[in-house]
């Protein structure tokens, strides 16, 4: 079988693209197409019926670019569409291609991080309202006791450039501090959005020592590499010239920008439209 298709990965912005840099690193013979839905980010207070409709179109977007495999590299768009998405629609529509998120690679293992059994999530407000890390946590491990905090205001902080700001800081040190006032327990924090990794170094100075925090990059990147080694029927398609492409619904230049920030690289985008 010819290798013709690209790896797709989808996100609400470019927070994905701290997804797809871990995945790189690991996986760098593999092609790319990366899609972020920046004209209408953030995701995170929308609708479940609405993340579900923004979502498949950028999952079917990708398909008719050749995909065969898309990864969600967006906690919301995991938390409110993967399902409906992987049970209604590939099996009628679709059959021969996958849709994969990152909630449950990013849970499966999380009893590897703790020694208290007590972890935090922090994450967007769709993201903690849909329960999912709550749910998969207690799925693969039901000795962990999971406290979240929502943080509607992060990704707008990042897309916009403002989360260096002081206001910007003081959102993100409230927010922090909510979360760890749960539970004095807390030794690991999962950062529940692609974003946050971008913030990371604010985040730490909130953090005390001692208390762990995982962003899911690594995780998904070596989650991937399984995952290819356990099916080679999607394996077989990939091809393997270590290109990447990447797709924005908003301004590319500004794109640019956010792609040299998180790769050290400036990838020229391409601007699409979804609707």
């Known amino acids: 079988m010819k290798k013709t298709s690209p790896i797709g990965v989808f996100d609400s912005g470019f927070g994905g693209l701290t997804i797809l840099n ?8 593999y092609d790319y197409l990366y899609l972020g839905d920046n004209a209408r980010a953030p ?3 929308r609708s479940f019926e609405v993340v579900y409709e923004f979502t498949l ?3 079917e977007y990708l398909f008719s670019q050749g995909v065969e495999l898309v990864i969600l590299a967006c906690n919301t768009a995991s938390a409110k569409a993967l399902k409906t998405i992987q049970q ?3 099996p009628f529509k679709y059959p021969d291609k996958r849709v994969i998120g990152v909630i449950r690679p990013s849970t499966e293992d999380i009893n590897l991080f703790t020694r208290t059994n007590k972890v935090g999530i922090l994450g967007t407000e769709g993201t903690v309202k849909s329960q999912s890390y709550v749910l998969e946590v207690h799925k693969f491990h039901p000795e962990v006791e999971v406290f979240q905090q929502a943080c509607p205001l992060w990704v707008p902080l990042i897309e916009d450039g403002e989360f260096d700001s002081e206001e910007g800081e003081a959102i993100i040190r409230k927010d922090v501090r909510r979360l760890l006032s749960q539970s004095p327990e807390i030794d690991t924090v999962i950062l529940a959005c692609t974003h946050y990794p971008i913030i990371r170094h604010l985040i730490e100075k909130y953090i005390p020592v001692g208390i762990q925090l995982v962003a899911q990059g690594e995780i998904i990147a ?4 399984n995952y290819l080694e356990r099916h080679p029927e999607i394996e077989e398609k990939l091809s393997v010239h ?10 590319e230049v500004v794109f640019d920008e956010k792609t040299e920030l998180i790769f050290g690289k400036n990838y020229h985008s391409e601007t699409i439209h979804l609707i």
Do not use: M, N, W
């Not at 871990?22 to 013979?29: A, N, S, T, Y």
């Not at 070596?222 to 590499?225: A, D, I, S, V």
């Open 242 to 251: 270590g290109t990447l492409k990447v797709l924005t619904t908003e301004d």
């Open 22 to 29: 871990e995945i790189r690193k690991v996986l760098p013979e």
């Open 43 to 45: 995701y995170g207070s």
């Open 222 to 225: 070596e989650k991937l590499k």
């Open 57 to 59: 179109q950028a999952v």
């Open 88 to 90: 209604k629609i590939l």
